[in-house]
């Protein structure tokens, strides 16, 4: 008999590919930029079913925010914006990001708009010039839009008009797709959408798929926080702190250290920023005022120069019309008047003790007033000087008792002269 072989077949549950995610809450620029688009380069490299990224940004500049979406629009794998978690905004450069994506979804209680450019730079803007660059962002917004299908009027607006709509308005006027409440529900709701990249249509498989999280290095990390306008303006400032504590007090060697690593780190912030030089220069003008109050006491005209100096160096010194670009008044005031105090006040005391006649040592005795206990001429004698006796010699003939004042001393001999009544 002929042996009959039946072959079962098991239908097995395909394994999807990991999704990268990773989260970025802050200003949009070069240091956010950069790890935005390796993270999703990244994702391309190991073939991941999708990169998520959480966002929340105020906005920023429009270098770093042209270069991510870029990267999004030539992505190979789909890039999802969620813009997460609750009470988070999508606003100005991040309205332009979130429309680049291949899905956008939005938390509930957040927002989207305001995408108006503003002036960031060495200059005002003249309204010729304002028009030609709000037109430019316009129809880089609405190519975008057109490209995923979004609503591009609404798009212009947001550009034009800096409108803006909360989650439940944007996925009715479709400028994002859906509302998602975390994470989880969004991987769920994407689960077989169908997104198109360069030269083919996905399908994507998220529902329980493996979460891979990507964070931000510990390098860009503390780089985001030095670019920071607050802490790169205290940044500035602690290094001349440091600087001229080195210079009052030679040798000490950790604030001189100190003050020039802040200084480089500030110098690389403002790399970062629409920094007006003018105001630095006023900035250290001011400081330059508090110390020659402090070398040549003026009691008031030049530490009234070194406050106004100072106050309109720092008000000057982030050249934007952009709120969260500027250094906080707050934070101005605080440093104005710790820097007037430390340099009127400490750097005062500190000089005016350098120049001090010593008290103590060999070098405080000389001046000091005594009595002759012998006989003194050039040969040697006796006084009493501070409550000691010493050895002392004298060019004149000086009588035991007679009053002296001593002029020098050498090792543990005093030169003295008689006091003149």
């Known amino acids: 008999m002929k042996k009959l072989s039946i072959i079962f077949l098991v239908s097995l549950p395909l394994i999807s590919a990991p999704v990268y995610v990773c989260e970025y809450s802050g200003i949009i620029g070069p240091i956010s930029s950069r790890f935005l688009i390796q993270t999703i380069e990244k994702a391309e490299t190991n073939n991941a079913e999708a990169i998520v990224i959480l966002l929340d940004t105020p906005g920023g500049f429009d270098t770093a925010m042209r270069d991510i979406v870029k990267t ?40 989207i708009g305001a995408a108006h450019p503003v002036a960031m730079g060495g200059k ?24 995923r299908g979004r609503n591009a009027k609404w798009a212009e607006k947001a550009v034009r008009k800096s409108v803006s709509l909360t989650e439940k308005e944007a996925v009715k006027q ?35 798929a493996k979460v891979v999280k990507i964070s931000i290095s510990l390098k860009d990390k503390i780089l985001s926080v030095i670019a920071n306008p607050n802490v790169a303006y205290i940044l500035f400032l602690l290094g001349f702190y440091g600087l001229i504590f080195e210079i009052t007090h030679p040798g000490a060697i950790m604030p001189g250290v100190m003050g020039a690593i802040s200084l480089i780190l500030a110098f690389f912030a403002f790399q970062a920023l629409p920094i007006n030089y003018a105001g630095v220069a006023l900035i250290i ?9 402090a070398l040549t006491p003026t009691f008031g005209p030049l530490t009234i120069g070194g406050v ?65 206990r012998t006989s003194i001429n050039n040969k040697g004698g006796t006084v009493f000087v501070h409550g000691e006796l010493w050895n002392a010699y004298s ?15 050498k090792g543990l001999k005093l030169k003295v002269k008689r006091k003149e009544e």
């Open 72 to 111: 999004e629009l030539n992505a190979t794998v789909p890039v999802v914006i969620f813009v997460y978690p609750s009470g988070s905004r999508d606003a100005s450069a991040g309205v332009f990001i979130t429309l680049a994506a291949h899905i956008a979804a939005m938390a509930p209680g957040t927002n």
């Open 124 to 147: 005002k803007l003249d309204k010729e010039m304002k028009e030609k660059v709000t037109n430019d962002a316009a129809a880089y917004i609405k190519s975008i839009a057109d490209k």
């Open 174 to 208: 479709n400028v994002v797709d859906l509302m998602a409440n975390d994470l989880d529900d969004l991987l769920n709701k994407i689960d077989g959408r169908v997104v198109e990249l360069p030269g083919k249509v996905d399908t994507l498989h998220t529902k329980g």
């Open 285 to 293: 003008l001011g400081i330059v005022f508090f110390v020659l109050e």
């Open 308 to 372: 106004i100096s100072m106050l309109f160096g720092s008000l000057l010194l982030v050249n934007t019309d952009v709120p969260y670009l500027r250094v906080s008044l707050g934070v101005i005031i605080s440093a104005v008047t710790v820097t007037a105090l430390f340099f009127v006040y400490g750097l005062a005391m500190t000089l005016r003790a350098m120049r001090r006649k010593p008290t103590t040592g060999a070098q405080g005795i000389i001046g000091l007033e005594g009595e002759a």
């Open 395 to 409: 060019d004149e003939n000086i009588k035991n008792g007679d009053p002296i004042i001593v002029e020098k001393v």
